[in-house]
């Protein structure tokens, strides 16, 4: 875990301070999308979580390994905080000229007074859950950061015990 947690603070250091020279390129988000997917179905199947993926291809001007972290990383929480037997939704679409990835879960949801601050480095809305299942309190800060590195939007909708929706939108650029 400690290896984890230094690999999540180097990843978000590199974020912060754009260190690192990197080179955009095409990425389809929804082969992006399935193949995140198809890594996380074992970890999923374990708990008896169903992962269904929907929308079309869209491709967006990004940086692959940190849209394969945000997405990846959304869909994990997504899993590790849902219920035995519970459900992830993925979907990616494209509305005028934005793409949208949005991951909902059915899992125990963020109650509303911490809704705001699940995106900052090291929180935990529910700190026994989060040392049993795993993770750094990283997460969602990388997905942050890796949202606002694309000039994207994120939204968090969630209800306790009904499960929370994710949605990142991204410009697309012809």
């Known amino acids: 875990q400690l290896i984890a947690l230094i690999d999540d603070i180097m990843k978000l250091s590199r974020l912060d301070e754009g260190s690192e020279e990197l080179s955009a390129e095409r990425v389809d988000l ?3 999308s399935q193949k995140i997917l198809q890594e996380l179905t074992p970890v999923a199947a374990k708990r008896g979580i169903s992962l269904h993926m929907e929308g079309g291809r869209q ?9 394969h972290e ?3 990383n959304l869909c994990d929480n997504a899993i590790k905080y849902n219920v035995t037997g ?7 679409s494209c509305t005028g000229g934005t793409a949208a990835v949005m ?6 949801g ?3 007074d911490q809704q705001d601050r699940v995106f900052e480095r090291f929180y935990r809305v529910d700190k026994s859950h989060s040392k049993a299942s795993g993770g750094t309190g990283l ?19 969630s209800e306790l015990g009904k499960g929370t929706e994710i949605r990142v939108t991204f410009p ?3």
């Open 139 to 157: 997460g969602l800060s990388i997905v942050k950061h890796a949202v606002q590195y694309h000039h994207g939007v994120i939204e968090l909708k």
């Open 70 to 72: 945000m997405i990846y």
């Open 110 to 112: 963020i109650p509303a």
């Open 86 to 92: 519970g459900r992830v939704d993925l979907s990616v």
């Open 30 to 32: 929804y082969d992006l």
């Open 172 to 174: 697309v650029k012809a």
């Open 103 to 108: 991951v909902r879960d059915t899992g125990i």
């Open 59 to 67: 491709t967006i001007q990004g940086v692959w390994r940190i849209l």
